[in-house]
């Protein structure tokens, strides 16, 4: 029924059950920036989670920014344990398709992946980003502190600000924090940096066009 009418989110009750360990295994390092794809990570790195459509084209919008010192995709945000991709697609596990973000913040601020984040996609459009149709494209952005958590939703207000000048709607993102009640799974091998390993792979990602203001998170009445 979720594949025949507009996409839904599953109740508890409708989701699938999932499993207690993961299916699949990860690989070590990341084939671009040749750090570790899991943690722990060196003193000193954050984590930033973002959903943003497709997790192929959103993770090498990452990767290619100086300061990133690793990127991986997974599941976040929904209820099935363990989800695989067939899974996630069917939209009966809640899930986003996710890109982990660690990085530097003495090289990139939370507040430029932020702007990253918001000009990379059209944060108005529900469950899908363009073509891309489905619960698991819904735009989010999942938080790992009280700051980061401030500064995603000045950020957010801001744009809405920006978007609506230029005839968007309301934003529909989410900004949640990224506890337990919505762990990160990584997702199967060959999704980590699908385009890196396929240079001519499908992407989805693109923008609206308006660029996002940076500095909101330090004055966000302005």
Request: aromatic letters at 12%; proline letters at 9%.
């Amino acid at each position: 029924m979720f594949l025949s009418r507009t996409p839904v989110l599953p109740t508890p009750e409708q989701a699938l059950r999932g499993r207690p360990e993961p299916e699949f295994s990860v690989p070590e390092r990341h084939t671009v920036l040749g750090n570790p794809l899991l943690g722990p990570y060196p003193e000193g790195l954050e984590v930033a989670d973002f959903a943003l459509g497709c997790f192929w084209g959103a993770e090498r919008k990452f990767w290619q920014t100086e300061g990133v010192w690793t990127t991986l995709v997974g599941y976040q945000g929904g209820i099935t344990p363990n989800p695989v991709y067939e899974e996630v697609c069917s939209g009966l596990t809640g899930h986003t398709e996710a890109v982990r973000v660690v990085f530097d913040p003495s090289k990139v601020s939370y507040e430029s992946l932020l702007k990253l984040f918001w000009e990379s996609h059209d944060p108005t459009q529900g469950f899908r980003q363009g073509n891309d149709v489905g619960t698991q494209y819904r735009s989010a952005v999942y938080t790992h502190s009280p700051a980061q958590a401030t500064q995603a939703e000045a950020s957010r207000a801001a744009y809405q600000k920006v978007l609506a000048g230029s005839g968007y709607g309301e934003i529909t993102t989410h900004v949640l924090p990224a506890d337990e009640e919505r762990p990160f799974y990584p997702a199967e091998g060959y999704h980590q940096q699908y385009l890196d390993k396929n240079p001519a792979g499908y992407c989805g990602i693109g923008g609206t066009g308006v660029s996002c203001p940076i500095g909101v998170a330090e004055a966000p009445g302005a």
